[in-house]
């Protein structure tokens, strides 16, 4: 998952894999990431919710800065299959170690709560189940089947692991048919053994063109964060990756480091950056793309899937 945070704590629990690390000191953030501290009567509303229904975000394991803006129109992203990851990627806030006991009865419950919260568009994620056989692509298909019961109007958006090892996974996830297939990438291939050590990039890179070719009117996503330490080439070439294999939709987001355990912020990447990168990306063909310091694989999933599908309408009339 992209996640950020702006959290400054010291050795956590949350990471025990992370506690022989260097520290990594947090420098302070640029004017451009400052955001609002959340606490309007809605962000309440929908923390309520998720309480009450026992369901956990990525938005509050992964300390998303966005949090105050997305829940006060009660968007938050619900992560499924408990709240402890068994990868253990160094740029990551979600708890890592133990993984929980799987909940039968969650796929009704994140039903439930899309239809309380009356959500046009609602984007399901997880943590990493590589102790499960199928990765957890069951469960993924009955939530997506319980969704589709309570809120048929909703349309769906999946941000999955990369179920590494686990014959026929993505096969089920896509057989229930989900209107976005997102899967992150999360950085540029030099860095993946730092940063994601228990991932491959080019069996991400497959996980998203075998969904093309299982379904080709799926829409597929990925997203990256930038500020890790890679540099302008090597962005252009996993975007070149991408279209390879097909993929819509496109994110670039800053990376906020969880703590000081965590990967070091190389650099904070300029809003003007930014722009530059959307123009190369729109550039190589993606429909759409969403690159800012504060584009998140979920921030705005909802308008950005309405612009999505008028995007491939059109090139769907130009080219007829
Ligand atoms: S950007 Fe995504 S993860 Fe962050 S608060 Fe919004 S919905 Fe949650």
């Not at 291939?189 to 228990?198: A, D, F, I, M, S």
Request: glycine share 6%; aromatic share 6%; proline share 7%.
């Amino acid at each position: 998952m992209n996640s950020a945070s702006g959290m400054r704590e010291p050795s956590s629990p949350r990471h025990p894999e992370k506690a022989h690390r260097p520290d990594n000191p947090i420098p302070r953030k640029p004017d451009w990431l400052r955001v609002k501290a959340p606490g309007s009567p809605e962000y309440q509303a929908t923390r309520r919710l998720m309480r009450a229904l026992s369901l956990n975000t990525v938005c509050e394991e992964a300390g998303c800065p966005n949090i105050g803006e997305c829940w006060k129109q009660k968007h938050a992203t619900v992560m499924i299959l408990g709240r402890v990851c068994t990868r253990s990627c160094t740029f990551c806030n979600v708890a890592t170690g133990r993984p929980d006991l799987l909940d039968p009865h969650e796929p009704q419950r994140v039903g439930e709560a899309v239809a309380a919260l009356g959500l046009s568009h609602v984007v399901v994620t997880s943590v990493d189940r590589d102790d499960l056989d199928d990765g957890g692509a069951g469960h993924f298909a009955r939530t997506i089947r319980a969704i589709r019961t309570a809120a048929p109007g909703t349309t769906i958006e999946v941000l999955t692991p990369d179920f590494l090892h686990k014959a026929d996974a993505l096969e089920a996830v896509v057989a229930a048919g989900p209107d976005v297939f997102n899967h992150n990438l999360e950085t540029v291939p030099r860095l993946y053994t730092e940063v994601r050590p228990g991932a491959r990039y080019f069996h991400s890179l497959r996980l998203l063109d075998q969904v093309k070719r299982l379904n080709p009117a799926m829409f597929t996503k990925s997203g990256m964060m930038v500020g890790l330490g890679e540099d302008k080439t090597e962005v252009l070439q996993v975007m070149d990756d991408l279209r390879a294999a097909e993929v819509d939709f496109l994110t670039i987001g800053q990376y906020l480091q969880p703590t000081i355990k965590h990967h070091a912020i190389a650099r904070f990447v300029t809003p003007e950056e930014f722009r530059s990168y959307r123009s190369f990306a729109l550039g190589k063909g993606f429909l759409l793309v969403s690159a800012s310091p504060l584009t998140r694989s979920s921030y705005h999933a909802g308008e950005d899937f309405a612009r999505l599908r008028a995007a491939r309408a059109a090139k769907l009339a130009t080219a007829g």
